[in-house]
C-alpha cells in the first residue's frame, strides 16, 4: 500500500538583507511555499522568519501551554542561512521553514523528555535520523513540543509540560499524544510539527485542531532516535496546515530510505526514498473523482446520538453527500464486526508487550548522555517524578511484567497478520481506491477527562497502512473544485 492512489482517508472535524524588507513577514498561516516566495523575494530575511515564529511562541504559547523548550541554536541557524541565501547557495525543500518537534524525538541540542521530568537530562549524543533529514533540507528546528507522558494516552498531559490546551476551544485537550505539536501549528507558532503514533497519535491532534497530517506505511520513515513504545506499532510523520505542506515534510522524512538502526525500513524498495510526494497533488496527477472508489467503514462511526457525536456524524454526512454528488463511488462496508476499533485494540494491541523491552533499549542506549532512569522499570519503580493518569495504570503494571516472550503475543501478532491480509482483500475485491472515516467518533474530551474515548486509529496501528487526515472543510472545497 505505498501508492499515493491506495490509502486510507481519515476525516477529521475539525530573505536577503534586512535593509531589502518591504514588507514586515507575518507567520500567521505561513507555508513553505509563502515563505520561499518571501525569502527568495528579498521581501524578508530567515532571521527575521524565525524570529517572527518566536514572538508568537512567547505571545500565545502561555494561552496554550504546547511548547517545552526553544532550540537555543535556532538564530544561529537562521544567520547561517541568511548567508546561504545572500550567496546563491540557498537550497533544500524546507529551506528556512520553522519546525517543532515532538519531545520524544532526539535532537541536539536539547534534552529528550518524552514530557517525563525524571528524563529532564537525558541528552542525545546525536540527531535521529529524521531530524537529520529535516536539517538537510534546510529545516530551523524551532524547539520541542509537549506531549501526552511518554506518547502513552491521547490527551497530551505530562509531568514536564503540564496541560496543552485546545487552540480553537479552551475547554478540551488538543488530542495527543501529539498534542503540542498539534496546537502549536494550529496557532502558527511553526509552519511543520512532528509527532509519532502507535494507536492515533498524530492523527487524534490532526483532527481535533483542524490540521493535515499523514502516518506512513509501516518502514518508509526510520524511528530510530524516536522514543519507543512498540515496534509493531510505532510510526513517525508530521502536521501541517496544507496538504501540499505534509507532502513536502513527507518527501524529506522518507527520503532516509533503508536505516539498520530501524530494520522496519528493510521493508521498502530502495528505489522508493526518491518518490516526491508532491508530485501527485499537481492538477494533472490529481485522479478525477468520477474514477475514485471509496468503502466507507460503517464499523467506524458511532451511530449513537449525543452531544460530542451529532458534530462528527454531521460532518461526515455532508462530506459523503459532496464526495457522491462529485462522481466518486461510495462503497458502504458492513462488516462491523472485522472493522470494530474496540474489539480490534482489545483482541490484537501489543503495545504493553513490547514497551518495556523497547523502552528500556533507549535508555541504556549509547547515544544518550546525562542522568536518567537506564530502564523501563527503574523510571517506574524508582522514581516518583514521573505522571501515570488513572486509565494508564493497567497499562504500566502489565507492561512491568509483560514482554514479547509471553505466551500471547505470538498469538496476538497471528490476529494481526490475518487482519492485514483481511483489509488488502477488502482493497482488492471492491477494488477500492481508499476507505474513509472519522478520525474519531467524537470529539475531543474536556481536559481533566481520564482518557480519550472514540479514536479510530487502530486499523491503521496494527496493519501498517498509510493514512491522511484532512479537515472536513477542505476535502468540501477539493471536490467542489473539479
Not at 16 to 23: G, I, R, V, Y
Not at 33 to 48: E, G, P, Q, V, Y
Not at 76 to 103: H, M, R
Request: charged share 10%.
Amino acid at each position: 500500500m505505498l501508492s499515493l492512489s491506495r490509502f486510507i482517508l481519515g476525516v477529521s472535524l475539525y530573505s536577503a538583507l534586512a535593509s531589502c524588507q518591504t514588507t514586515p513577514f507575518d507567520p500567521r498561516e505561513a507555508s513553505i511555499a509563502s515563505i520561499h516566495n518571501a525569502l527568495f523575494s528579498r521581501l524578508t530575511t530567515c532571521r527575521d522568519v524565525v524570529t517572527a515564529h518566536i514572538a508568537r511562541i512567547e505571545a500565545y504559547n502561555p494561552l496554550i501551554n504546547a511548547i517545552i523548550t526553544i532550540n537555543p541554536e535556532a538564530l544561529s541557524i537562521a544567520d547561517e542561512f541568511d548567508d546561504a541565501l545572500a550567496s546563491g547557495n540557498a537550497t533544500g525543500a524546507l529551506f528556512c521553514i520553522p519546525v517543532l518537534l515532538k519531545d520524544n524525538y532526539d535532537a541536539l541540542p536539547m534534552v529528550t523528555t518524552g514530557g517525563c521530568a525524571a528524563l529532564n537530562a537525558s541528552t542525545p549524543t546525536l540527531d535521529g535520523p529524521a531530524v537529520t533529514a529535516l536539517r538537510r533540507a534546510g529545516a530551523v528546528i524551532l524547539g520541542k513540543a509537549n506531549l501526552h507522558e511518554l506518547a502513552l494516552e491521547g490527551l497530551s498531559v505530562s509531568s514536564y509540560g503540564g496541560q496543552t490546551i485546545n487552540s480553537y476551544d479552551s475547554a478540551r485537550t488538543p488530542g495527543g499524544s501529539s498534542g503540542g505539536s498539534g496546537a502549536a501549528i494550529a496557532a502558527s507558532l511553526a509552519v511543520l510539527g512532528t509527532g509519532s503514533d502507535t494507536v492515533n497519535s498524530l492523527r487524534s491532534p490532526a483532527s481535533a485542531n483542524s490540521l493535515y497530517s499523514f502516518r506512513p506505511t509501516w518502514g518508509l520513515i526510520s524511528r530510530a532516535g524516536v522514543v519507543p513504545i512498540s515496534y509493531t506499532q510505532d510510526t513517525i510523520g508530521a502536521m501541517g496546515r496544507s496538504l501540499m505542506d505534509i507532502a513536502t515534510a513527507l518527501t524529506v522524512m522518507a527520503g532516509v530510505g533503508y536505516d539498520p538502526a530501524d530494520n522496519a525500513t528493510a521493508k521498502i524498495p530502495a528505489s522508493v526514498k526518491d518518490t516526491d510526494y508532491t508530485l501527485a497533488l499537481s492538477p494533472s496527477s490529481a485522479p478525477a473523482l468520477s474514477s475514485l472508489r471509496i468503502g466507507v467503514l460503517l464499523g467506524f462511526f458511532n451511530f449513537t446520538s449525543g452531544p460530542d457525536v451529532d458534530p462528527v456524524n454531521a460532518a461526515m454526512t455532508q462530506v459523503l453527500s459532496v464526495l457522491s454528488s462529485s462522481g466518486a463511488t461510495l462503497i458502504n462496508i458492513t462488516d462491523t464486526s472485522t472493522y470494530n476499533a474496540t474489539a480490534i485494540s482489545s483482541a490484537m494491541d501489543v503495545q504493553q508487550l513490547e514497551y518495556r523491552e523497547a523502552l528500556t533499549a533507549y535508555l541504556s542506549s549509547s547515544n544518550l548522555t546525562g542522568p536518567r532512569p537506564q530502564s523501563m522499570p527503574e523510571l517506574y519503580l524508582n522514581t516518583s517524578e514521573y505522571l501515570v493518569i488513572p486509565s494508564q495504570y493497567s497499562y504500566v503494571n502489565n507492561a512491568l511484567i509483560s514482554s514479547t516472550s509471553n505466551s500471547s503475543y505470538a498469538a496476538k501478532q497471528r490476529l494481526i497478520t490475518n487482519l492485514t491480509t483481511t483489509l488488502h482483500s477488502l482493497f482488492a475485491s471492491n477494488d477500492l481506491d481508499a476507505i474513509i472515516y472519522p478520525e474519531q467518533k467524537n470529539l475531543v474530551v474536556p481536559i481533566g477527562s481520564p482518557s480519550q474515548s472514540g479514536r479510530n486509529g487502530i486499523l491503521a496501528a496494527l496493519t501498517g497502512s498509510p493514512v491522511i487526515t484532512m479537515p472536513v472543510a477542505s476535502v468540501i472545497r477539493a471536490t467542489q473544485r473539479q
